[in-house]
């Protein structure tokens, strides 16, 4: 985590609200339907109004939320970014603006991931001999229709005010790549949340992209080199632990996705918590290194009992009741932690990572 970069003493520039005395960048978690989760923790922290964004790190639902985010930001501040935000998930409902035909064959395919284990097997057995390109020939998928008729891109690439980072996960390398604000287009968000049994791979200057929560979900790197201020604050929708042994095949399958979508992450905590170690200790100087001070909201025990296959859920009801949760744990977590913010870390990544 090294690059300090430009001079920390100049205002911290971002998504500020008239009321704003600190700063942070975001790391949004991708996860499908519980990035609703995501969403109620955004529309909080927009009402508070007390927090500086500087700057947002996303994968899959995380990068929606983010880009939606700056789009209704950049439309009409902190209120015009709670009512994109609002606007969006009701159009990737299955009770939005999907036609009959849509909504049909999009619901057929999402059943087959999240409804009863006997579904999920027959899925399972089908996708050894079909791909997305067999099950969906027509290639729908209402997350483009919804990010073309709410976003101008042309108005996010044009931002300065905050950084966006987009991950994706390139096909052929294997390979993390992250995608800036200034190139931002519908593809790269796409490619972002591209889940790769449901959807084709995306392509983007000639190259295929799936889903970025497998490889960085989401990406902190960008936040150590590219931003100024100190603090992180995630917003985690996998759980980490599970404290029971998964024994049907779809529970297994549940608890592998999970294990999966966090490994990149535990491995970043592990190198901030190894830098910040050593800076105590005062073998690493902070004019080279960047001491960061992290934080996290989450749903505990109340998102955690939702499985892995209601990501893919698609009710308007079920987004609603991610939202109210995501917006009661946000306002938990800044009336405990907000005096800590610019001074200490609230997570202990070594307890709770290593």
Known sequence: MTGRGESRKS??????????EKSVSLALQGGGAHGAFTWGVLDYLLEDGRLTIEAITGASAGSMNA???FEGWLEGGRDGAREQLRKFWKRVSLDGVLSPLQRSLFDRLLSYWSM?????????????VASPYDLNP?????????LNGLINFERVRACKDAKLFIAATNVWSGKIRIFTGPELTVDHVLASACLPMLFRAVEIDG??????????????????????SDDILLVQINPIERWS????????QNR????????NLLQQFRSVEFVTRLIDEGKLSTKDYKRVFMHRIHGGQDLDEFTAASRLSAQWSFFKELKDLGRNAARSWLA???????????LDLRDAYT
């Open 207 to 228: 190259e295929p992209y799936w889903d970025g929560g497998y490889t960085g979900n989401p990406a902190l790197f960008p936040l150590f080199y590219e931003t100024r």
């Open 116 to 128: 009863n284990e006997s579904s999920h097997l027959w899925f399972d057995a089908w996708s050894r």
């Open 138 to 146: 027509l290639d729908i998928n209402p997350l483009r229709d919804a």
């Open 11 to 20: 205002p911290v520039r971002g998504l500020q609200c008239p009321n704003a």
């Open 336 to 346: 405990e932690n907000y005096r800590s913010i610019g001074h200490k870390s609230t």
């Open 245 to 252: 042994t998964p024994r049907s095949v779809q529970e297994i």
């Open 256 to 263: 592998l996705t999970e294990i999966t979508f966090n490994a």
């Open 67 to 69: 880009v939606v985010l």
